[in-house]
């Protein structure tokens, strides 16, 4: 029996573009419909790292640090405002594996890290899994401002004041995932961002206009187990 997760995720960038809503779902499973916000549905990579991952119930002691990158997008079924993974890259290959068995999620294995260095945060990512198509991305980022909470502010709670995610798996179906947490705290963020191959790697043209930026030092999640649509 698979059980619910306890984790925290830290250090977070939300590098965010604007894309036509059609163009985004193109992309998408015919079940799950782009949200928007201003009439633009939105392209998120977000770059952190997990910590203390243990299935639900241990000590925080014995769960592992996962550096992590994602690309997401944002969706709403049934009322429900979630996420969308195209993917997510991620150091450790067991933990890559069990997430794919257990979780059906889009892992991919990477050679991934994240240091806080001088005020900024250092992460470098590069996709090592076999057959798959190379993603690197390489980027400092750091707070910018002062911290605010986002349900205050409506773009930034669209998102990420979402409690659910999508997948979906190499046999078409549709799997969801609830988690649960307080709200988010955020930045404004600055970044500068060396190399990013991941849009590509998902067959996303990169935008033309400048992304988004917001940083959230982080929060502690409960992901329940894998739920098939």
Do not use: C
Not at 36 to 60: C, E, H, I, Q
Not at 103 to 132: C, D, K, M, V
């Amino acid at each position: 029996m698979v059980l619910s997760l306890e984790m925290g995720w830290r250090h977070l960038l939300f590098q965010s573009w604007p894309i036509a809503p059609e163009l985004m779902n193109a992309h998408l499973p015919d079940e799950l419909e782009a949200d928007t916000f201003d009439g633009s549905a939105w392209l998120s990579v977000v770059p952190y790292t997990n910590v203390s991952v243990r299935p639900k119930g241990l000590p925080a002691g014995m769960g592992i640090r996962l550096p992590e990158l994602n690309l997401r997008t944002y969706v709403e079924r049934d009322g429900v405002s979630s996420v969308y993974f195209f993917s997510l890259d991620a150091q450790g290959l067991a933990s890559v594996i069990g997430a794919r068995l257990f979780q059906h999620l889009p892992y991919y294995y990477a050679r991934t890290s994240l240091a806080w260095a001088n005020g900024r945060i250092q992460f470098r990512s590069r996709r090592l899994h076999p057959g798959e198509r190379p993603a690197h991305y390489d980027a400092s980022y750091w707070p910018a401002g002062k911290p605010f909470a986002a349900p205050e502010d409506p773009f930034a709670e669209f998102l990420v004041e979402r409690y659910r995610f999508y997948t979906q798996t190499p046999d078409g179906s549709i799997r969801y995932t609830d988690v649960g947490h307080e709200p988010w705290t955020l930045y404004p963020a600055d970044a500068d961002i060396e190399t990013n191959t991941l849009l590509s790697a998902n067959g996303f043209a990169v935008p033309d206009t400048e992304p988004v930026y917001y940083y959230s030092p982080g929060l502690d999640v409960v992901a329940s187990t894998s739920s098939r649509l």
